[in-house]
């Protein structure tokens, strides 16, 4: 409660909103033309702004998110950033705490010291994003703006001027002028949030009807932005619990404006049972185009943006990298290592990998294993990995063979463990390239438009939903409790996005080469690899007809044989599954962890 009472103080101090500000406060971080500025301070355009990382620093190749903290009148980027401290949060976030040109931020009334001055503060928050943009792993459209009472007027000046920079704004402790309330124009929908007490004094959450510094009351404020953000503004919900009312408003395009209202809260930034900071952040995130998940985070490469979600500590013994295959429904993504890579993170740094076009990983035009394997050496060396051991699902074995041929030269591969891989024998590629591989091949163009148009959703979902009631009928009632539903379906419902839809068939489509690029490469394995073999194939076999029954079973006989030889001849480990279906993952994980975890502690 202390620490509580303190912050509301020191922010009441700072703010002095459309007021005179306190004279002791006016310039006293306003460094000389002799001052040596601290290393997280700068200047740009003659203002002053301070820089913070996340808590542990920056990640080499990790994509950032943008977020400016704007103080109230009188105040500074210093005291704002000691007093908030919002990038020890998040690992997301380059925090920017800018300080205004005049002890007021040119706020959008053409009433103040700043307008009369000519500060064109709004000017130097565009330079400052391009110019981060250019210096830094930022994520294309992922600013935000937050200001606390004076500076919280300049947040929505700067929504109202250049909304097609911002994807979400924040007002803490301020209504809105009149004069911005009037001219204010929305140019690109965006994402609002207004928090205000009612008990403020200093900028009356009702509002004030005359003065100079007439205000909007906060509902007239966020009813405004919501007509401007949105196509046609319903109220969601309106709630009140614990003396605060959130008042929401959304349409279907997932926009959202929402006014928090702290019955009796002052001016201030945090509230008794609500904590502003946390609550923004989490705004935030809601609102971006990259929803990840925790532990999740997107790396940069020249091709475009992996998703990669590790779990777990870093050790000597070094990294195990996830890669998903597909299933019968060709879905092939990170879901599937929902159980596995929890397991597995009790004993080592994991990390999962999406291929580009699957997850929260870029879209491309040609995804591929092929593409992944050229951009594998990069992306290792961005995670900080060492050594790893790779596990792969399915056909992802061919990104790992790929990768074997052009590695990394300063990291070391323990090994590999395949699970369910593809058969690079002729008879088994073969079947791989025909049936639905082949006419999606035919007819392209023709498939391509089809699915573009969102002829695939309606049975994306049922599937979707038939995977899900497979793969909770397969989890050990020993390690119910260790499944991440959450993170699963996060990553399936994004199954649903129609440009998802049309890389899964490209995918399958270019699947044909990544085959035929694979095969010459397994006569040149260097490192042990342990193939777990389950029997999947009798599934196939029982539902084929008699003519499709003869090869169905040479694929299976011939796959037990080479997945013995390719374990024995590099010395891993066969593993044979009795009675299992595709997704071992599930089904069996204490297979999996035990055979990964004996390539993973193999003495060097």
């Known amino acids: 409660m202390t620490k509580i009472i303190l912050l509301a103080g020191l922010l009441t101090i700072l703010s002095a909103c459309n007021g005179k500000s306190p004279s002791h406060s006016t310039n006293q971080d306003q460094p000389s033309s002799t001052t040596i500025l601290p290393k997280d301070r700068f200047e740009l355009d003659g203002h002053f702004y301070t820089l913070k990382f996340p808590k542990d620093g920056l990640k080499e190749g990790k994509a950032y998110k943008l977020l400016f903290v704007f103080h109230g009148s009188g105040g500074t980027d210093t005291k704002m950033q000691r007093v908030l401290r919002l990038e020890e949060l998040s690992d997301d976030y380059i925090v920017v705490y800018p300080k205004s040109k005049e002890e007021?931020?040119?706020?959008?009334?053409?009433?103040?010291?700043?307008y009369r001055l000519g500060a064109k503060d709004v000017q130097f928050i565009t330079n400052l994003i391009e110019k981060l943009h250019q210096d830094y792993n930022l994520l294309a459209g992922e600013n935000y703006v937050v200001g606390f009472?004076?500076?919280?007027?300049?947040?929505?000046?700067?929504?109202?001027?250049?909304?097609?920079?911002?994807?979400?704004?924040?007002?803490?402790?301020?209504?809105?002028?009149?004069?911005?309330?009037?001219?204010?124009?929305?140019?690109?929908?965006?994402?609002?949030?207004?928090?205000?007490?009612?008990?403020?004094?200093?900028?009356?959450?009702?509002?004030?009807?005359?003065?100079?510094?007439?205000?909007?009351?906060?509902?007239?404020?966020?009813?405004?932005?919501?007509?401007?953000?949105?196509?046609?503004?319903?109220?969601?919900?309106?709630?009140?619990?614990?003396?605060?009312?959130?008042?929401?408003?959304?349409?279907?395009?997932?926009?959202v404006n929402k006014l928090v209202t702290i019955h009796g809260g002052n001016h201030t930034w945090s509230f008794k049972g609500y904590k502003t900071s946390e609550k923004l952040i989490e705004f935030f995130n809601q609102s971006s185009a990259f929803q990840l998940p925790e532990s999740s985070s997107l790396y940069s490469l020249g091709t475009g943006n992996y998703h990669v979600r590790t779990?777990?500590?870093?050790?000597?013994?070094?990294?195990?990298?996830?890669?998903?295959?597909?299933?019968?429904?060709?879905?092939?993504?990170?879901?599937?290592?929902?159980?596995?890579?929890?397991?597995?993170?009790?004993?080592?740094?994991?990390?999962?990998?999406?291929?580009?076009?699957?997850?929260?990983?870029?879209?491309?035009?040609?995804?591929?294993?092929?593409?992944?394997?050229?951009?594998?050496?990069?992306?290792?060396?961005?995670?900080g990995s060492q050594k790893v051991t790779f596990l792969s699902f399915a056909n992802s074995n061919l990104a790992t063979l790929m990768y074997l041929n052009h590695p990394n030269p300063e990291i070391e591969v323990k090994g590999m463990v395949w699970a369910d891989p593809d058969i690079l024998l002729p008879h088994s590629i073969m079947q791989y390239q025909s049936g639905a591989v082949a006419?999606?091949?035919?007819?392209?163009?023709?498939?391509?438009?089809?699915?573009?148009?969102?002829?695939?959703?309606?049975?994306?979902?049922?599937?979707?939903?038939?995977?899900?009631?497979?793969?909770?009928?397969?989890?050990?009632?020993?390690?119910?409790?260790?499944?991440?539903?959450?993170?699963?379906?996060?990553?399936?419902?994004?199954?649903?996005?129609?440009?998802?839809?049309?890389?899964?068939?490209?995918?399958?489509?270019?699947?044909?080469?990544?085959?035929?690029?694979?095969?010459?490469?397994?006569?040149?394995?260097?490192?042990?690899?342990?193939?777990?073999?389950?029997?999947?194939?009798?599934?196939?076999?029982?539902?084929?007809?008699?003519?499709?029954?003869?090869?169905?079973?040479?694929?299976?006989?011939?796959?037990?044989?080479?997945?013995?030889?390719?374990?024995?001849?590099?010395?891993?480990?066969?593993?044979?599954?009795?009675?299992?279906?595709?997704?071992?993952?599930?089904?069996?994980?204490?297979?999996?962890?035990?055979?990964?975890?004996?390539?993973?502690?193999?003495?060097?």
């Open 104 to 114: 007021e931020w040119d706020e959008g009334c053409e009433c103040n010291i700043a």
């Open 149 to 255: 009472s004076q500076g919280g007027l300049f947040s929505q000046n700067m929504l109202c001027k250049h909304s097609e920079l911002i994807r979400a704004a924040a007002t803490v402790a301020a209504p809105m002028s009149v004069q911005l309330y009037e001219s204010c124009q929305i140019s690109h929908p965006s994402n609002y949030i207004l928090i205000q007490g009612t008990y403020d004094a200093v900028l009356p959450y009702n509002g004030r009807e005359s003065g100079v510094f007439a205000l909007k009351s906060a509902e007239a404020a966020i009813k405004l932005f919501a007509r401007q953000n949105l196509k046609e503004p319903e109220i969601a919900s309106e709630t009140t619990s614990n003396g605060v009312t959130e008042l929401v408003f959304s349409d279907n395009s997932g926009i």
């Open 311 to 383: 779990l777990g500590q870093k050790n000597e013994k070094g990294d195990v990298v996830i890669l998903s295959g597909a299933n019968k429904f060709f879905h092939s993504d990170s879901a599937w290592a929902s159980l596995v890579q929890p397991l597995l993170a009790e004993h080592a740094r994991v990390h999962v990998i999406d291929r580009l076009g699957n997850a929260w990983s870029s879209n491309i035009e040609e995804p591929s294993f092929k593409q992944l394997a050229e951009d594998l050496p990069e992306l290792l060396g961005l995670l």
């Open 439 to 604: 006419g999606l091949r035919k007819y392209k163009s023709e498939y391509i438009k089809h699915v573009s148009e969102g002829n695939w959703t309606e049975k994306s979902v049922e599937r979707i939903a038939i995977e899900r009631a497979e793969v909770a009928e397969l989890i050990p009632s020993s390690h119910q409790d260790k499944m991440d539903w959450v993170y699963y379906d996060k990553v399936t419902d994004l199954r649903l996005d129609v440009a998802k839809q049309v890389i899964r068939i490209k995918e399958m489509m270019n699947y044909h080469d990544d085959l035929n690029l694979a095969e010459p490469l397994q006569y040149n394995i260097n490192v042990p690899i342990s193939v777990i073999d389950s029997d999947f194939e009798r599934l196939d076999i029982a539902n084929a007809t008699e003519e499709e029954k003869p090869g169905l079973i040479k694929w299976q006989q011939e796959g037990t044989q080479w997945s013995k030889e390719i374990a024995n001849k590099t010395q891993g480990k066969y593993y044979e599954l009795k009675n299992a279906s595709h997704q071992v993952f599930f089904e069996h994980p204490d297979a999996v962890v035990k055979a990964t975890l004996e390539v993973l502690e193999r003495n060097d």
